[in-house]
């Protein structure tokens, strides 16, 4: 039961490149969240899926795009990095029902 | 923003000490959650307290919640060089039924052997 599991680790892009953090779970829940982390900010919710084949946006979705693929996976996709996208992000699920999220490793961005 | 604030920012005490951390929210809740993070790892869910409860405890863990001044407070009693690291309070609207959470933006928290 590997939990959480997001690919890659780390990651350096230069601005304007595009690339999709992959984020899978193995605990048949059925929401699935993106969030990033910036020093002092806590995390943000970028956008969530409560049920495969549902997304919805959260705080700070601009310059995003995401994929409830199945129940398992959820992606998150960069269309043209910038910058501001520097972070590192954390994927996240729960059971239906259930408030307590259960978190990725994380992936450490870089946009250069 | 619907964040909440911990308080404080920092924390560094000795070990066998007592550590305290606050959090405000600013809506009303269903529950609320206090994560850890260790650093360069992702977040680990340590308790939950719901709305109508006002003090619950786990291990070395109390939790307190006051929902007219909307706030939470962790206590890790007797802490260790183990604990070292931060601690985030998310807080669950009441109505929302899709599971989603707001962090605050997290207490750093260093214990000294």
């Known amino acids: 039961n590997a939990g959480v599991t997001q690919t890659p680790k780390f990651q350096v892009l230069k601005t304007g490149q595009s690339m999709t953090l992959q984020c899978a779970q193995d605990?048949?829940?059925?929401?699935m969240y993106w969030y990033r982390q910036d020093p002092g900010m806590g995390l943000r919710l970028i956008y969530y899926?409560?049920?495969?084949?549902?997304?919805d946006k959260g705080e700070v979705p601009n310059g995003y795009n995401v994929s409830r693929l199945n129940k398992r996976e959820f992606s998150l996709r960069l269309e043209s990095a910038a910058p501001s996208q520097t972070s590192v992000y954390f994927c996240?699920?729960?059971?239906?029902?259930?408030?307590?999220?259960?978190f990725g490793p994380g992936t450490r961005l870089t946009v250069l | 923003s619907q964040q909440g604030e911990e308080d404080p920012q920092a924390l560094s005490i000795q070990e066998g000490e007592n550590a305290t951390m606050n959090c405000s929210y600013k809506?009303?809740?269903?529950?609320l959650q206090w994560y850890r993070q260790n650093s360069g790892r992702g977040l680990v869910h340590l308790i939950l307290i719901r709305s109508n409860e006002r003090e619950k405890h786990s291990g070395r863990l109390r939790v307190t919640l006051d929902t007219s001044k909307k706030s939470s407070s962790l206590l890790i009693t007797a802490s260790r060089a183990a604990d070292t690291a931060s601690y985030f309070c998310?807080?669950?609207?009441?109505?929302?039924?899709?599971?989603?959470?707001?962090f605050g933006r997290g207490t750093q928290l260093t214990v000294w052997p």
């Open positions: 899926s409560a049920s495969e084949g549902t997304t």
């Open positions: 809506t009303s809740i269903n529950n």
């Open positions: 998310a807080s669950s609207d009441r109505g929302s039924t899709l599971g989603r959470l707001y």
């Open positions: 605990m048949n829940h059925n929401s």
């Open positions: 996240a699920s729960n059971r239906a029902g259930y408030n307590e999220q259960f």
